[in-house]
């Protein structure tokens, strides 16, 4: 089967056919999900490297786990729990986080070099500009975050997750996230004033 | 309905926007919303700024992850020769019987069996013929005989 037909096959099938040995099914997960992933993590975690090293060790868990997924089970959910999870054991680690340059290239944990580019192929020079400009502003409001509250900012922004889910996944309740996103919010509406005033 | 003032209006549009407002709360701080556009102002920058976050674009690593990926994962996905079968919900019942059974019988083995020999020269007498293979020795230790009788050892050959 070729790439753009398993690539219209729902999730349930490519587990199945992953859970048989074929490869290129789950190549098929990644292509569907690689991105989401690595753009909540890089909004978690502020470092393209890193963003880029846990999406490569999420994908890498799921295939050793691919026995246990049920075929009519929410990959996606799966994939973004255990992404969640490393993201915050990283945070938790390090408890500093250093916001990279988006057009800086950076090494990788095989020390290969990777660059990094934002999406946006409809945008003019000028527009290109300005969303990198607007970018990379509301990356560095988000460096001034604890690495808690940049977290559920990133789940409940960047994912749309509502805050019941963002509290299940974290395993913390409810009240304890609505209190950090209020916090994160206040200090990011402060600190993007120049871009949310007027 | 109470009427907010500034302070407690913008104190809670975190919670407008969690949608976490009583349907009294929401009366007063719409209605301090519409006549206040200082915080009318503030809830639009709260807004813009979340807004800001949702539109973050979407990042794509030009490098291939998927490379890396693919060299971490085994040639030939392992695969089970045997179906995963659900153990019955009572299934430890069961070895617990038999491990039970297997300890008795061990037990018996040592304690009634030919341990519980009258003497030494019997002890050895027995196991001279444990070596040489005696079935009938044998078979009366494994059905419970007597082992420390005269009649074992006349059976048995000695």
């Known amino acids: ?198 | 309905m109470s009427r907010w003032n500034c302070e407690e209006t913008v104190g809670r549009i975190s919670d407008f926007l969690d949608s976490d407002l009583t349907a009294e709360e929401l009366g007063s701080f719409n209605e301090h919303m519409d006549a206040c556009p200082p915080c009318k102002a503030e809830l639009s920058a709260y807004q813009k700024m979340g807004d800001l976050c949702r539109d973050f674009a979407p990042l794509t690593p030009t490098a291939d992850i998927w490379s890396a990926i693919d060299s971490r994962l085994p040639r030939q996905k392992a695969r089970t020769l045997w179906p995963k079968v659900k153990a019955p919900r009572f299934a430890w019942l069961g070895g617990g019987a038999l491990a039970a059974g297997f300890a008795a019988a061990f037990a018996w083995f040592y304690l009634a069996g030919p341990g519980a020999a009258p003497n030494s020269s019997t002890n050895i007498a027995v196991e001279a013929g444990l070596n040489k293979g005696n079935f009938e020795q044998r078979h009366l230790y494994l059905t419970g005989g007597n082992s420390g009788s005269s009649e074992f050892y006349q059976l048995a050959g000695y």
């Open chain 1, 1 to 198: 089967m070729g790439k753009q037909e398993l690539n219209a096959l729902p999730d349930g099938e490519l587990i199945r056919r992953a859970q048989r040995g074929e490869r290129e099914a789950f190549e098929a997960v990644y292509e569907r999900y690689h991105s989401r992933l690595y753009r909540l993590l890089y909004g978690m975690l502020g470092n393209p490297a890193d963003a880029a090293d846990l999406t490569q060790e999420a994908f890498v868990r799921a295939y050793d786990k691919l026995d246990q997924l049920q075929s009519d089970g929410h990959m996606y959910g799966w994939l973004r729990r255990t992404a969640v999870n490393l993201g915050i054991d990283m945070i938790r680690r390090r408890q500093t986080v250093r916001f990279e340059s988006l057009d800086q290239p950076f090494e990788n944990e095989e020390g290969g070099s990777m660059a990094m580019e934002a999406e946006d192929p409809s945008a003019s020079p000028l527009e290109e500009l300005e969303s990198k400009t607007l970018q990379a502003a509301v990356l560095e409001a988000m460096a001034t975050l604890t690495p808690d509250h940049r977290a559920v900012v990133a789940m409940h922004y960047l994912e749309d997750m509502s805050v019941d889910d963002v509290a299940k996944l974290l395993e913390v309740p409810p009240g304890t996230v609505k209190s950090r996103l209020s916090r994160a919010r206040d200090a990011m509406r402060r600190y993007l004033s120049d871009y949310v005033e007027g």
